[in-house]
């Protein structure tokens, strides 16, 4: 499978993601946000990091940026696009995902490993996972604090597009263990047709037990599949 | 414009300097060269009051590969791998405006070590700030934080250890040090010295703006309540264009391009065009017309001693214009040849082909001013503390009282700030001994700490000093390194009181017999004098960091029990010495008497022993004991863990309070598996190390037998409320 990871100044996560899917057997290209075109893809990551300083807005100006029209176009064409982190909030920016990140509640930056249930793993993205099984992934930003309007949120709800939810390490949904005040502990959706996923959690720092855990490893083993 | 006694004293130079000044050059300097003067010949840069005393550190070993004098120390780690590593002070930026000053003094750092070709791998910090209930302290506590993590987390490295520590010493005058530690490729150093003539010097990264002018003089002098009005002197970082600059300068680095790089910190353009210049004993030309500057109508002055950030200067081979040029326009970064290399060993400033200033290189760099100040030593203190004769208070309450202390709470609520994973390569998080790093796509990985203990080097200098050196051996030792070097950040208080140079004076002859003894050389540094406002000096605090190696990262070891049932050893001799304690200061505010002795024939012996136990795998957990003691170190084992002990009261001392809070140096706590045990008390025994079983690992509850029980939850709960409350 062919993946493309998408590198913006001030990207910073976009060597770790490259190693998880050459550890994972894709064939993995980067492409510099100045290219105008892509590679062919299965498969498009935008990494997390501080595309452009977040200076703006995070991911406000990385949604304009030259390469993200084809980003836009191949989206419309099925390819599967998975945003990571400041990757999910150039998602967001660009409307190939609804809703907006808004600073954590705590205002602080937030590093830590949370627990997350997989809500529907009935996609591309998630079909190695059992449903509702709850996982342990790191997350690390500024502003992870999913919202989105009544109508969006009920349609989230009803095409089950939502992908992950905080939760405790029992699967419990709470505001205890909201990290980062997000509407309904929402960490991570998908758009109608569930070829693009926009996740706040770090996947790909857990493919290692030496490191962390392997608890991200069956989402990029999901999308090989 | 005239030079007046004002404008000499504004520039922080004495007037016998400045008379020194006109011999040397033969004439009165201009005004752009007198401030070329200040930024060369002040504290922080001429290390005038130190260098003396600094040549007495161990700097050479089989694993040094470059020691102080360049931008940061280099140290072999084998195969084709270099560590490359220092820490500095930032710490009056930091009390004037805290984030900025925080952010810049890790992009600072960072810079010191991408400059000589390695990428950047961990930060580490050691932040000191007043008392608690200092109505500045909460607000600098929160900058602080924040403004490291800025940096750290834009830029894309995780910053992976620190302490953070809280004492009335620093109400006036925080203390920010930051530490970088970076990867290279052994072949693949780059280093400051200038080599051939009509060479192209190019300015690379930001523009330069009027901040931070004279940051370095401001850095050279006490507070006083006027000092809020330096804020315009501190520097505002951005951690993206630095990003950038990073990965920019290693694009070009993959080549041969470049013959000398050097970042523009403390100083700016001055201190890099004068270092690369004396360097190569060669001269410089800078036609300043063609710095690009950020603001309008900016003067040569200026454009010399702007401190803005993200900026270096790079002196290329013939012929790599143009490629070097391509590079940093990807980067979309500045790129400009702004002067020459020459044979006149001056270094000459133009604009627009005026001649504005000419002054020789080596009179700024070799003829500055070093000065042998007076100062007196200390007596070791001679009080002693009879424990019967306080108030008597019971174990646990003390133990509570210790781990519910703004010093020893646990510190999530400053870590959880910090990026600690990006990169992918961090074995051991914050909380630990040491962190622990691999090296990328290796087997192998490299352990980092930082430490100091103020307390113990006010008291005695001398000792203090030692100590902390072989602390921060211990810490590495106790996650499996074998200990390689160290680099110091020198805090101290006003250099011309010569009880604060006796102060420094002597925790340096400590640094250095524990460095000497332990094969732990010093590899870079920084001092950092006039710490103190209105007279009032800050308790001396060197700062060790200390970089260990991990040959081969098989199953990463740390201070967390990992299951019940395991026999608990303690290495190393408990005497029960309390005087400078943290039981004594908690409890009682007793801050009396001496610091513990550091024998470092038994801290060699016993490190050595404890590697040997790690690497032989008989070693299911490891933590050394420091501040607080033996019951301290071992509560922190349970509550990482969620597994308690059971231990039993100690036969030979009289006293359980001088046992369990006693800050005896050159121990170890270790948990072992009982079918490890003969293997572990084989090595102990024909290695002649003392060690004492105390007791087993349990579910739920952490005990000492006959004195007291709680339950894990709680000691949890104790040691993580602090800052939460805050």
Known sequence: MNSSVIVFPGSNCDRDIAIALEKMQFKNKMVWHKESK?????????????????????????GKSLIINEVIKAAKSGCLILGI?????????????????????????????????????????????????????????????????????????????????????????????????????IAGIYNSKKNILGMMPHPERMVDNLISNTDGINLFASIMN | MQITDKTIENHGLTKD???????????????????????????????????????????????????????????????????????????????????????????????????????????????????PSHPKTKSLLAGVVSGIGGYGNCIGIPTVAGETKF????????????????HAKKSKIFYSKAKGVNKAVVYVGSKTGRDGIHGASMASAEFDENSEEKKPTVQVGDPFTEKLLLEACLELMRDDSIIAIQDMGAAGLTSSSVEMASKGSLGIEL???????????MTPYEMMLSESQERMLIILENGKENHAREIFKKWDLDFVVI????????????????????????????????????????????DKIEIKNLKKIKLEDALIKILSSPNHSNKSWITNQYDQMVMCDTVQRSGSDAAVIRIHGKDKAIAVTVDSSANYCKSHPYTGGKQIVSENW??????????????????????????????????????????????????????????????????????IGGV???????????????????????????????????????????????????????????????????????????????????????????????FGVKIKKPKKLTSSIEYFFGEDQSRYILEIEEKNLIGVEKVLQSKNIYYEKIGFTQDNNFEIEGEMKISINDLFKINNQWYNNY
């Not at chain 1, 690390?140 to 939810?165: P, R, S």
């Not at chain 2, 011999?23 to 001429?46: D, Q, T, V, Y």
């Open chain 2, 339 to 382: 002067g020459k290399t020459t044979n006149t060993r001056n270094l000459t400033l133009k604009y627009n082909d005026k001649l504005e200033g000419e002054i020789p290189i080596n009179i700024l760099s070799s003829n500055a001013p070093i000065y042998d100040r007076k100062f007196s030593k200390k007596k070791v203190p001679a």
């Open chain 2, 167 to 182: 004492n009335e010493t620093y109400n006036e005058n925080i203390l920010v040090n930051a530490m970088a530690v970076g």
């Open chain 2, 474 to 543: 211990r810490n590495l030792i106790s996650v499996g390194a074998k200990p390689l070097a160290i680099t110091n950040c020198l805090n101290f208080g006003n250099p011309e009181n010569k009880e604060i140079m006796g102060e420094f004076a002597e925790c340096l002859d400590g640094i250095k017999k524990a460095c000497e003894f332990l094969n732990f050389p010093v590899v870079s540094g920084n001092v950092s004098f006039y710490n103190g406002t209105n007279k009032k000096n800050i308790y001396p605090t060197p700062v």
């Open chain 2, 287 to 297: 036609n300043l017309e063609k710095v690009p500057c950020r603001e309008e109508n």
């Open chain 2, 548 to 642: 260990g190696l991990i040959k081969k990262l098989v199953k990463p070891i740390n201070h967390n029990f990992k299951g019940s049932n395991n026999i608990v050893i303690l290495i190393g001799k408990t005497f029960g010495h309390l005087e400078q304690s943290c039981y004594l200061k908690e409890n009682y505010s007793i801050i009396k008497g001496k610091p513990p002795e550091v024998n470092l024939l038994n801290e060699k012996n016993n490190g050595e022993a404890v590697l040997n136990l790690i690497n032989l795998n008989l070693i299911s957990s490891a933590h050394d004991i420091s501040s607080g003691g033996l019951i301290t170190a071992l509560s922190e084992m349970s509550i990482g863990s969620n």
């Open chain 2, 17 to 131: 300097e400045y008379t020194n000044i006109q011999k040397l050059l033969k004439r009165n300097p201009n005004l752009l060269e007198l401030g070329i003067f200040s930024a060369m010949w002040n504290e922080h840069c001429s290390y005038k009051s130190s260098r003396i005393h600094l040549k007495k550190l161990p700097t050479k070993g089989k694993q040094v590969i470059q020691g102080p004098g360049e931008n940061a120390g280099v140290i072999d780690i084998g195969d084709e791998d270099a560590i490359i590593f220092k820490i500095e002070s930032h710490n009056h930026p930091s009390y004037i405006e805290p984030y900025q000053g925080a952010a810049t003094g890790v992009g600072g750092i960072l810079r010191d070590v991408f400059t000589m070709g390695a990428r950047p791998i961990a930060l580490l910090n050691s932040i000191h700030f007043g008392s």
């Open chain 1, 85 to 185: 982190c400041n990757g999910f909030q150039i998602l967001t920016e660009t409307g190939l995902l609804k809703g907006t990140l808004l600073r954590n509640r705590n205002l602080k930056f937030i590093n830590s490993d949370v627990n997350i249930k997989v809500i529907n793993n009935s996609t591309k993205f998630t079909s190695k996972y059992k449903s509702n099984q709850v996982l342990k992934i790191n997350i690390a930003h500024n502003e992870g604090n999913y919202f989105t309007d009544k109508d969006h949120l009920n349609k989230l709800k009803n095409e089950n597009l939502i992908a992950f939810q905080y939760c405790d390490i029992n699967g419990n949904i709470s505001d205890q263990s909201n990290p980062n005040g997000a509407i309904e502990n």
């Open chain 1, 38 to 62: 892509l590679p062919k893809s299965d498969l498009i990551v935008i990494p997390g990091g501080f595309s452009y300083g977040d200076y703006l807005r995070s991911g406000a100006i990385a």
